[in-house]
């Protein structure tokens, strides 16, 4: 949870360095003149540590997630042995593998919830929506890199800076609900795992 305030952090940094640009695109788009060059290496430099930053929080964090991630698969076969659709190391080997980490991860988290749930948070809704955003937020990421790294004149700098700006809103959002999954994941499993077996 730490990791992913990180990443939050992060994201709000890339996102501030991302206004502070636009802004000085903005003025060179209306007046090439009123812009110093220092100004634009500067705003320039900053932009791209700020990317660099959040590369590594979400490697960082992505490491320890899957950690956690594993071992509250493993928790969830002591609490249901039988109902998981997906055996354990997809739990790790789901977020690695194109293309199928596009629906097991979310599989295997359902099945871990529902296993660690009593029958008052039986509701997957959380951890719908963090699915949801994660992935608009990786493939929006993506597409904002690509037409921001293809931009050439000012303008169309200016609306890759705009659509990579919106990626980070995304990224934020799918980051701050990853957080209330884990604390509420986490929570269960240790109110259940204190609660004892039940006949």
Avoid: C
């Avoid at 997906?86 to 789901?94: P, V």
């Avoid at 359902?110 to 959380?126: F, G, I, K, Y």
């Avoid at 890759?160 to 929570?187: C, G, K, N, P, Y």
């Amino acid at each position: 949870m730490i990791l992913l305030g990180v990443v939050i952090a992060t994201d709000l940094f890339a996102l501030w360095q991302g206004v502070h640009f636009y802004q000085l695109i903005g003025r060179l788009v209306d007046d090439v003149n009123s812009v110093r060059l220092q100004e634009v290496e500067r705003a320039d430099a900053w932009y791209v540590a700020s990317g660099y930053a959040q590369t590594a929080a979400l490697i960082a964090t992505g490491v320890v997630f899957i950690v956690w991630f594993h071992r509250t698969r493993v928790n969830a076969e002591v609490f249901d042995p039988d109902d998981h659709a997906k055996h354990r190391a997809w739990a790790i080997w789901g977020w690695i593998v194109p293309v199928i980490n596009l629906w097991f991860p979310r599989r295997i988290a359902v099945d871990a919830w529902n296993a660690s749930a009593d029958r008052n948070s039986r509701s997957t809704a959380l951890l719908n929506w963090w699915w949801a955003l994660w992935i608009v937020s990786l493939y929006f990421g993506r597409m904002a890199s690509r037409q921001y790294a293809r931009a050439e004149g000012l303008q169309e700098i200016k609306g890759a800076v705009a659509v990579v700006m919106a990626s980070e809103v995304i990224d934020i959002a799918a980051a701050v609900l990853a957080t209330l999954f884990v604390h509420r994941l986490t929570r269960m499993q240790h109110e259940k795992a204190l609660r004892g077996p039940t006949l």
